[in-house]
């Protein structure tokens, strides 16, 4: 391990998260509190790019405090996102950006349905990408998505943002687990069910579990027809 107070040497990544001011200022509060900075060292490829630390190589910076460093030509920026894995300072948002700018299969895709509906979940949009309703978080990070279910989840996104003029919980993950099962459904008319919520705005209310609002909302679409009635297995 080595240390040197002169930050110049270090090189950034591209698409290695953005520095979070607020996470280093936490950082350099901790570290004037007491320094172990020497226990912690941050780690670099052997062209001296930061591959996993870079919060904590900014924090010594404004402290002018001398950085701890592990060289390791094993490890390129391709290690990112898994040496990061069980960090709770990386967000579901980080991978998906770092994945972007590795150019992931699918990650383009996913950030810009998550850009053009930003209301909805990152973990909900997950699901509605995916045509089985996958949503293992672990395969985000790991840089693997499915978004080929983009079409019915661009539809689903237009009904959800109706929908939240008429219902304040419209972006619940209950509530979009409960329509997406009404858009899978055989003959099922998104027109028609606006008409129907149109016509009866009073019996979309919040429900504890999806299955109570799948019932409520197939009861409102099914209220008065006596054929072509829509029902969910």
Not at 41 to 70: C, M, S, T, W
Not at 99 to 108: A, D, L, M
Not at 203 to 229: A, G, P, Q
């Amino acid at each position: 391990m080595n240390s040197t107070t002169d930050y110049s040497i270090y090189g950034e990544i591209p698409s290695n998260r953005e520095i979070d001011q607020r996470h280093v200022n936490k950082l350099k509060k901790a570290i004037a509190e007491k320094n172990l900075l020497h226990l912690n060292p941050i780690i670099v490829d052997e062209d001296n790019r930061v591959i996993e630390g870079q919060h904590r190589l900014e924090a010594a910076k404004q402290l002018n405090l001398p950085v701890y460093f592990i060289t390791d030509g094993n490890v390129n920026k391709s290690d990112i996102a898994a040496l990061n894995t069980n960090k709770k300072n990386w967000a579901i948002q980080d991978y998906i950006n770092f994945h972007c700018v590795e150019k992931r299969t699918g990650f383009n895709t996913l950030a810009k349905f998550i850009a053009s509906h930003p209301n909805i979940p990152i973990s909900s949009v997950v699901q509605l990408l995916s045509p089985s309703s996958r949503r293992n978080m672990d395969e985000i990070k790991s840089g693997y998505v499915d978004v080929s279910n983009i079409e019915m989840a661009e539809e689903i996104a237009s009904f959800l943002k109706w929908l939240r003029n008429h219902f304040e919980y419209a972006y619940s993950g209950l509530v979009i687990q409960a329509i997406r099962k009404m858009f899978e459904s055989e003959g099922f008319d998104p027109e028609y069910l606006k008409q129907k919520i149109d016509g009866q705005p009073r019996s979309v209310v919040k429900c504890v579990k999806s299955s109570h609002y799948l019932e409520m909302f197939l009861d409102i679409y099914n209220y008065k027809l006596s054929t072509n009635r829509l029902r969910i297995d």
